[in-house]
């Protein structure tokens, strides 16, 4: 079946340092990417995402890049802080089917 | 705006019982869905609905009904709860044609 794989599952960078997550889908008819930060006894937050038709997207300190090619999606975080410690889902979609992936547990050190 | 709310936050059930987890949504979304999220495995679909009156099944629907009467309301019934339905349970909503989902804060179920 479809699935979305995501790595790493644990990532840990100090303080101030950029942190990479990467996502391979397996659906080649997606064209929605969205990200989702969760915290620790809270629901998932859309933090960024893309649609097909554009190749990266920034806000702030996030970015996502998205290689349709290679069916390859990345969120890269800048001059992480302590609040970035959190838990990062990608996630492939077309018409609200949505795979996730399992998750990345990012932890910033101060 | 309250956004995507769910109830109740935290529930005990023992086996065989019956519940109803609520799910409600006050940004007029055509989009609500149901997910389970459990360690190692991501979030896994459980039932969607389109519209008022519609209703899916995603991707482990069995031992749960859902119905949506209004577009603002999107329950999740546990007809005879099981073990391996403790979990965490998330209500999501989405705008038409957008794609999007906004998750709730979530329910945690655990059956003993």
């Known amino acids: 079946g479809e699935n979305v794989e995501q790595h790493p599952s644990t990532l840990s960078v100090q303080e101030g340092d950029s942190a990479v997550i990467k996502c391979t889908y397996s659906d080649s008819a997606s064209n929605y990417f969205p990200w989702y930060k969760q915290e620790l006894g809270k629901g998932p937050q859309l933090i960024i995402d893309i649609r097909s038709n554009v190749g990266e997207k920034k806000d702030q300190r996030i970015a996502v890049t998205l290689n349709k090619t290679a069916k390859h999606f990345s969120l890269h975080i800048t001059e992480t802080q302590p609040e970035d410690s959190a838990v990062y889902f990608c996630?492939?979609?077309?018409?609200?089917?949505?795979?996730f992936g399992t998750g990345t547990r990012l932890k910033v050190l101060a | 705006n309250a956004g995507v709310t769910q109830t109740p936050k935290f529930q005990v059930l023992k086996t065989g019982q019956s519940m109803t987890l609520q799910c409600a949504q006050d940004?007029?979304?055509?989009?609500m869905s149901w997910y389970r999220q459990d360690p190692g495995m991501g979030l896994r679909l459980i039932h969607y609905?389109?519209?008022?009156?519609?209703?899916d099944q995603g991707e482990v629907p069995n031992g749960y009904n859902v119905s949506r009467s209004t577009t603002e309301d999107f329950p999740l019934r546990l007809l005879s709860a099981a073990p391996s339905q403790t979990s965490v349970y998330f209500c999501?909503?989405?705008?038409?044609?957008?794609?999007?989902?906004?998750f709730g804060e979530g329910s945690w179920l655990t059956v003993v």
């Open positions: 996630a492939a979609s077309i018409n609200y089917k949505y795979i």
């Open positions: 999501a909503s989405g705008p038409r044609r957008e794609n999007t989902i906004y």
């Open positions: 940004m007029n979304h055509e989009y």
């Open positions: 609905s389109v519209g008022a009156g519609i209703t």
